[in-house]
T-cell receptor, first 113, second 116 residues
Framework: DQQVKQNSPSLSVQEGRISILNCDYT??????FLWYKKYPAEGPTFLIS?????DKNEDGRFTVFLNKSAKHLSLHIVPSQPGDSAVYFC????????????FGTGTRLQVTL | GAVVSQHPSRVICKSGTSVKIECRSL??????MFWYRQFPKKSLMLMAT?????????EQGVEKDKFLINHASLTLSTLTVTSAHPEDSSFYIC????????????FGPGTRLLVL
């Protein structure tokens, strides 16, 4: 049962444009969400997070939006840069329980020149 | 940001041998460490959660006798793959959490295990 889903396995965006990565979840008990960036053969790197009490969190070029009613979150990267090319994982957890991260399947972002 | 290291980064071993992977939090004390496994083109699969000084909690389907986890200190956790088989070949990643339940996990760079 995939509780966190990233339905787009890949995305290609031109440099300078906006990249939008989407994530859906099914478990209404999740109250904290994170985005990680991962290069091949490396561990994930934390990018940005958002608590369920917010609907937006911004950090430089990265903004995460949360729509609780739709159980949907998205990561916006603007402007996109070639160095952003990587696999992006969204993750969710319930801070009230064991706090295990549940990861989505990832979206491979390719930023082209 | 917080730094987590893993050693070795890559290991090749013969079938039947045991392999130990170390995970260290370099600049913070990790109350909880997690071990993940990533299959090709798949999500990260949580194997177990370990708290310093106590037994690890394994996820369903993960053999505790196969994957031994020790969290001896607040900065070190080890994963030992016992009697490794080719199907254990994978990318193993640890993460460490600094504080309470809401804290972000910081990931190590991963260890590529190849069992021949």
């Amino acid at each position: 049962d995939q509780q966190v889903k990233q339905n787009s396995p890949s995305l290609s965006v031109q440099e300078g444009r906006i990249s939008i990565l989407n994530c859906d979840y099914t478990n209404s008990m999740f109250d904290y969400f994170l985005w990680y960036k991962k290069y091949p053969a490396e561990g994930p790197t934390f990018l940005i997070s958002i608590s369920s009490i917010k609907d937006k969190n911004e950090d430089g070029r990265f903004t995460v939006f949360l729509n609780k009613s739709a159980k949907h979150l998205s990561l916006h990267i603007v402007p996109s840069q070639p160095g952003d090319s990587a696999v992006y994982f969204c993750a969710a957890l319930n801070t009230g329980t064991a706090s295990k991260l549940t990861f989505g399947t990832g979206t491979r972002l390719q930023v082209t020149l | 940001g917080a730094v987590v290291s893993q050693h070795p980064s890559r290991v090749i071993c013969k079938s039947g041998t045991s392999v130990k992977i170390e995970c260290r939090s370099l600049d913070f004390q990790a109350t909880t460490m997690f071990w993940y496994r990533q299959f090709p083109k798949k999500s990260l699969m949580l194997m177990a959660t370990s708290n310093e000084g106590s037994k690890a909690t394994y996820e369903q389907g993960v053999e505790k006798d196969k994957f031994l986890i020790n969290h001896a200190s607040l900065t070190l956790s080890t994963l030992t793959v016992t009697s490794a088989h080719p199907e254990d070949s994978s990318f193993y990643i640890c993460s460490a959490r600094r504080g309470g339940r809401g804290e972000t996990q910081y990931f190590g760079p991963g260890t590529r295990l190849l069992v021949l």
